[in-house]
């Protein structure tokens, strides 16, 4: 009987390490080298959680990959209105090596309870991380040094340039910026 429960713990136990492989995980391409501090799992994806530092090393990063960055929050009316411009952008020009990556400032302490059903809901396909650092007088500066601080704010670069946007696009708005980079 006790071979019989161990076998069938066992067999769970596969399965459920196996189901976490076929999820989801908005995992950021070249930038899979810095591991989160933490990740918000759901049923269908997980998002990774990443401070300041962390995520600078993706803002410094030299490519020939067009990176457009997004600084967002399901609480900011105009964030949300845009988004779908980015999912689409990103449908459109992913074989011209650009990616998207959508930054959630949400609250850390609600993302359970916010971000993840709205992403869920909305069913976005896109790379989504979740910056929680509290210091944004130290790290929105290096973000831009023209950088406010007002969402949505977005950043388009790439090894040959970089472009910095405190607004929001339209889809034809942001890829007519877009193709500042791929042409």
Not at 117 to 132: A, C, G, I
Request: hydrophobic letters at 40%; aromatic letters at 14%; charged letters at 25%.
């Amino acid at each position: 009987m006790r071979t019989i429960i161990v076998a069938v713990i066992t067999v769970l136990f596969m399965s459920c390490n196996e189901q976490k492989k076929t999820n989801n995980f908005f995992a950021l391409g070249e930038f899979n080298e810095v591991i989160p501090m933490d990740t918000l799992t759901a049923n269908n994806f997980a998002i990774p959680v990443y401070n300041f530092d962390q995520f600078e090393k993706l803002l410094q990063k030299k490519s020939k990959t067009t990176y457009v960055v997004n600084f967002w929050a399901t609480w900011c009316k105009p964030c949300v209105k845009e988004l779908p411009s980015f999912e689409k952008l990103q449908r459109k020009y992913n074989r011209d090596g650009v990616e998207v990556i959508l930054v959630s400032l949400d609250f850390p302490k609600k993302a359970d309870k916010v971000l993840v059903p709205f992403l869920e809901k909305k069913n976005f396909r896109n790379q989504v991380l979740l910056l929680d650092d509290p210091k944004q007088n130290t790290w929105i500066p290096k973000v831009d040094q023209n950088w406010s601080g007002a969402i949505p704010a977005t950043i388009i670069f790439n090894e040959k340039k970089r472009l910095f946007y405190e607004k929001s696009f339209t889809f034809n708005e942001l890829e007519a910026e877009v193709k500042k980079f791929v042409d």
